[in-house]
């Protein structure tokens, strides 16, 4: 079995090399990284007799396939730490019939954290390059977080997007080019790096002394919300319906038939760092959607105007589904979700007799779903001189499908 030695080089600085990794390399006689790394480190290799300046999964698998397991020793270099956003986790599973060693090295996050004198293992650690993490949650909620930028995410990008969310005062700590003669790290709060220009791939460090951080609690008072004449599910109901639809934080959601927005707002906020969907058809409720959306600075909802049945069809696969209006495609929807995610958790409020029969119906012949039907009836009370009325509201049904254990 051919062995490949997956060796973190640190920060880049051959000085920073452990001494094991050091060992790897000159052990190795066929080094594989890109060029960067193969320039710095190439002199360790003594008996390197071929040297292959790629990062390419495939490309790496089809070099180990080439080799001679009775005489090469492969070594792949990867920037950083090998458990630490690393290449690592992607070289590991495309070599079959490979002994995988790796030796651990010096990771961003460790090497800015000692430049700044500073702990980290109280941060919250997130990367914004090349993947669709949630900084500005990270950062309302927490007091330090630790980015890796990159791509579309440079330094700038990133704090404009604080900027945006009101947090445009919070302490940020950029680092360029780490260990190399460049480095070169500079402090400012968000405002102020915004208008800077910073290499795409950078790190950042991020102090907010007044954190808030995420309760797992719903049912936002009404009146926080901007309203109009669009419909907008209530308080109690829309806590109970949240509490049956059971969101993780890392979801895809969708809120079909979205309204005011109240619903994808909670949604958003029980999902931090995922991802939710408002599709609504109503211009005036699309309007009202985007400005609930500011005023309680979400950066994890997507709005979606326009017929939600077809649009649906290209949005991402979803872990949970609320409909609070289908405008007569339900049974439809249905097929669509179930298509992308058979698993897919489902909440449908309804306020009509006829709606609450076509779900059962729907149920009905698709008896791999187990349905919950729950009639909430709500009052509350109205001041009249010096007493108290009770006015009922609207009695809904809020009815839950969750697919049934195999």
């Known amino acids: 079995m051919l062995k490949v030695n997956i060796i973190g080089i640190g920060p880049g600085n051959p000085e920073l090399l452990t001494g094991a990794a050091r060992q790897a390399i000159i052990d190795s006689n066929i080094l594989i990284g890109d060029k960067r790394m193969l320039n710095i480190y190439g002199e360790f290799a003594e008996n390197a007799k071929m040297v292959y300046p790629t990062i390419r999964a495939a490309e790496i698998a089809e070099i180990a396939a080439k080799a001679d397991p009775a005489k090469d020793v492969l070594a792949v270099l990867v920037s950083g730490d090998v458990g630490f956003f690393s290449l690592a986790k992607t070289i590991s599973g495309k070599l079959p019939n490979c002994q995988c060693v790796r030796y651990a090295g010096i990771s961003s996050l460790v090497y800015f954290a000692s430049k700044l004198e500073m702990s980290w293992d109280d941060a919250k650690i997130v990367s914004m390059h090349g993947r669709e993490q949630k900084l500005v949650a990270a950062v309302q909620q927490n007091s330090k977080v630790f980015s890796l930028t990159g791509g579309d995410n440079s330094p700038q990008v990133l704090c404009g997007q604080l900027c945006d969310h009101g947090l445009g005062g919070v302490q940020v700590y950029v680092g360029e080019n780490l260990s190399y003669p460049e480095e070169k790290i500079t402090c400012g709060t968000a405002e102020e790096i915004a208008k800077g220009q910073f290499p795409s791939l950078s ?81 005036v409720a699309v309007e009202l959607l985007g400005k609930n959306k500011e005023l309680f600075g979400i950066d994890n909802l997507t709005i979606v105007a326009g017929e939600a049945l077809a649009n649906i069809q290209s949005a991402p696969t979803p872990d949970c589904v609320f409909i609070g209006g289908s405008g007569g495609d339900l049974c439809q929807m249905l097929d669509v979700v179930y298509a992308k995610n058979s698993s897919c958790w489902v909440v449908i409020n309804a306020i009509t007799v006829e709606t609450l029969a076509e779900v059962a119906g729907y149920y009905k012949e698709h008896q791999e779903y187990a349905l919950e039907i729950v009639n909430v009836s709500i009052a509350r009370n109205k001041t009249l001189g010096s007493y108290n009325l009770m006015m009922a509201q609207n009695p809904v049904y809020v009815m839950t499908a969750v697919k049934r254990d195999d």
Do not use: W
């Open 203 to 283: 790190v950042m460090m991020i102090i907010n002394e007044q954190p808030c951080p995420a309760v797992n609690v719903h049912g936002i008072p009404d009146d926080a919300f901007l309203r109009s004449k669009v419909p907008m599910t209530k308080q109690e109901v829309r806590s109970i319906s949240m509490s049956k639809l059971q969101p993780k934080p890392a979801d895809v959601i969708y809120d079909i038939g979205a309204g005011t927005g109240s619903c994808s707002i909670e949604l958003a906020l029980l999902a931090p760092y995922g991802k939710v969907f408002a599709f609504e058809r109503n211009p």
